[in-house]
């Protein structure tokens, strides 16, 4: 139980909760002990009066109506603790299982782009909810069973070695067994239990793939194989969980059998003993009331034991992402508003799953209020620059300067609320248009929103659907079209008032006359932003302040429209191919 430890931090939380929890689970179970104590005195008084050491048989008859209304009492209290037991216990492993799950989904939140490129979505989401589910089994049902088996053990066993030692310690000959078994299967369950989780995150990636790839799914045709994919991996974790369950189902009947056994010993036991006239026949009911009441408490051992071991294997998955430190770490907590200044200085970066260096040895400076067009080639590092500007990455070789000040000394919150980014893959949610586009402003007006959406040129589409702003997208946005998805993600971008703006290749989905209109609207509302554009498009870039052309890491060339249509190069030939492409 080394990496349920981690869980412990939760109890010391809840820890008024479950102390009240095992108190009234301890008050239930002594009730429900002193149950066949009252049958074993009751029998006891009948086999008297039938042996004629008792002959008053009114006083028989009100002593057992008193002990039949015991014991109804006796059981509805017990009943009710039992009910409150569940209330405290339960109760406290659901807010532990939400606490759990925030923390992951916070940790989520801080660990950087570079986990999220070394790890599948449907693994994520599986650890969030199937392992998390596992733990809350362990933090409720399985400590509460526990906590049940141990007061109703300690009790039991105490009330029966008062009443008579030798049958008690027949009785417990089986237990060693038990005890051995328990042991040697928890051991296989732990292992099984780590492949079955493991198997459930490669079924929920796989699913959660095919979803998202649906259209690409279709188009080619590739259904039949998709299903065997799924059949093979689906087949795998069907062998791998009955293999698990096999070892679980071994729990059961060994624990019946033994119990089975425990009965036979007090029956064959007590028998002698009764007809030897060491104890009465009450007594040995008594002790098979015990034992069958300890049953249940036994049983549950096998389950207990299995729903740690699952727990087990299941929190070392949560714990490998909670024990992850962020790469990009926010150093400073003071607050800083930006500028709008960003230099590169001698910057160098080579990215470490690939191990493909992006960047070599990159300077240049844009002021603030400028605007900087970048241009390269598919691969020559143009997104690279944008993601070390959003902080995705941090530099090893040179330095990343915002208003002069290094970037990694400056608040990474602040950076980039203070950053609108247009991704040149736009992600909208599964939620309205107007939703989407105050996702970049949250306290957005109607007014500003309807503003941002015709600076974007989108507004004229959102009127025409049925549903207008309230329009609610599918997933990913697939509602919209390639260049409305572009548009909309403009309009989020923009309606956040930057102090840096950034445009990803978002316009290579809109025609060239509904890019004009843009980049007319942007370059009346970015008078005093700093803004980057990325393209493939001279007609994109010919209005920015510097331009700067990209080549394997490199910087090229760099200066304004003007300037390199006049110099030989990328830049002039993309301007003369493009200039003739508008033409025909």
């Known amino acids: 139980m080394k990496e349920l430890q981690y869980i412990n931090n939760y109890f010391s939380i809840y820890k008024w909760r479950l102390l009240i929890g095992v108190l009234i689970t301890i008050l239930s179970k002594f009730l429900a002990l002193k149950i066949p104590q009252i049958i074993g005195d009751s029998l006891n008084i009948v086999e008297e009066y039938l042996n004629g050491r008792v002959t008053n048989l009114e006083a028989v008859t009100q002593q057992l109506l008193k002990n039949v209304l015991l014991i109804i009492g006796v059981a509805f209290l017990a009943g009710f603790f039992t009910f409150l037991m569940r209330q405290t216990i339960i109760v406290t492993s659901r807010l532990i299982e939400f606490d759990l799950k925030n923390e992951i989904y916070q940790q989520y939140q801080r660990l950087s782009i570079n986990f999220y490129k070394k790890n599948r979505t449907g693994d994520l989401m599986n650890r969030i909810s199937e392992d998390v589910s596992k733990v809350r089994m362990y933090v409720g049902p399985a400590i509460m069973y526990s906590i049940n088996m141990i007061v109703l ?149 096998g389950w207990v034991t299995s729903m740690v071991q699952q727990a087990e294997a299941s929190q070392a998955r949560i714990n490998e992402f909670l024990k992850q430190v962020p790469e990009i770490q926010n150093t400073v907590t003071s607050s800083s508003e930006l500028k709008g200044n960003v230099t590169f200085k001698d910057v160098t970066f080579t990215y470490d799953d690939t191990n493909i260096t992006a960047l070599k040895n990159i300077n240049f400076s844009i002021k603030s209020g400028e605007t900087l067009a970048i241009l390269g080639k598919t691969g020559a590092g143009k997104s690279t620059i944008i993601e070390l500007i959003t902080r995705l990455y941090d530099t090893e070789i040179g330095t990343v300067l915002l208003d002069n000040i290094p970037i990694k000394q400056t608040n990474l919150n602040d950076v980039r609320s203070q950053i609108g980014f247009v991704p040149q893959d736009p992600f909208l949610f599964s939620e309205s248009i107007e939703d989407n586009i105050k996702f970049g402003k949250y306290s957005a007006t109607e007014e500003e929103i309807i503003s941002a959406a015709k600076n974007a040129d989108i507004h004229n589409n959102i009127i025409n659907f049925p549903k207008g702003y309230k329009t609610i997208l599918g997933e990913r946005g697939v509602t919209l079209s390639g260049g409305q998805k572009q548009r909309v993600s403009i309009a989020r971008a923009i309606i956040k008032k930057p102090k840096i703006l950034i445009f990803d290749d978002c316009l290579s989905a809109v025609d060239t006359e509904t890019e004009e209109k843009i980049l007319t609207n942007l370059e009346i509302i970015s008078k005093n932003i700093t803004t980057f554009i990325i393209s493939h498009r001279v007609s994109s870039a010919k209005n920015a302040d510097k331009i700067i052309v990209l080549s394997d890491g490199e910087i090229t060339q760099q200066g304004t429209h003007n300037q390199l249509i006049k110099s030989e190069g990328y830049y002039k030939n993309l301007y003369e191919e493009q200039l003739l492409e508008k033409e025909i």
């Open 153 to 301: 053990f300690t009790v039991g066993f105490t009330q029966m070695i008062s009443i008579d030692l030798k049958l008690t310690l027949y009785t417990l000959i089986p237990f060693p067994l038990l005890s051995i078994s328990i042991f040697v299967l928890s051991k296989v369950i732990h292992k099984r239990s780590t492949i079955v989780q493991e198997y459930l995150s490669k079924l929920t990636t796989f699913n959660q793939e095919f979803f998202s790839g649906i259209n690409v799914v279709k188009s080619y045709g590739i259904e039949a194989s998709i299903i065997k994919g799924f059949d093979k991996i689906a087949n795998e974790s069907k062998e791998k969980n009955i293999h698990l369950q096999k070892a679980n189902a071994l729990f059961f009947p060994l624990i019946i059998l033994l119990i089975g056994i425990s009965n036979l010993l007090v029956i064959y036991v007590g028998g002698k003993q009764y007809i030897s006239g060491d104890i009465q026949f009450g007594t040995i009911i008594e002790f098979m009331l015990y034992v069958n009441i300890l049953t249940w408490p036994v049983a549950v051992v």
